[in-house]
């Protein structure tokens, strides 16, 4: 099993920052991708921005204000917001897909969901 927990979110003002951290544990061999995605009131989940071993992705409406990183030794991923606008409010979740063996079938897990509000 595959634990993911997410860390970071709160109450922001426009123009703000924050950070986001996500941590993976278990009995994993690899980690393929790892992503955020948020879902706001009435909406679908969004992807945010993911990062795997070849590339790094992002939503248009974030390029240039958010950072995605990952650290593969620690399994953790890291979302640096910077000017946050009332659009970006949300919960933000964290998603891993993984293998728990060499050629093993991928596996997603998510975590449970931080709550970013942005407000005046």
């Known amino acids: 099993q595959v634990r993911v927990v997410e860390s970071g979110g709160g109450l922001v003002q426009p123009g703000g920052s924050l950070r986001l951290s996500c941590a993976a544990s278990?009995?994993?061999?690899?980690?393929?991708?790892m992503g955020w995605y948020r879902q706001a009131p009435g909406k679908q989940r969004e992807l945010v921005a993911s990062?795997?071993?070849?590339?790094?992705n992002y939503a248009d409406n974030v390029k240039g204000r958010f950072t995605i990183t990952r650290d593969n030794n620690k399994n953790t991923l890291d979302l640096q917001m910077n000017s946050l606008e009332l659009e970006d409010t949300a919960v933000y979740y964290c998603?891993?897909?993984?293998?728990?063996?060499?050629?093993?079938?991928?596996?997603?897990?998510w975590g449970q969901g931080t709550q970013v509000t942005v407000s005046s």
């Open positions: 998603k891993v897909i993984v293998r728990f063996n060499s050629g093993g079938v991928q596996v997603q897990y």
């Open positions: 278990g009995s994993i061999f690899s980690i393929d991708l």
């Open positions: 990062i795997t071993s070849a590339s790094t």
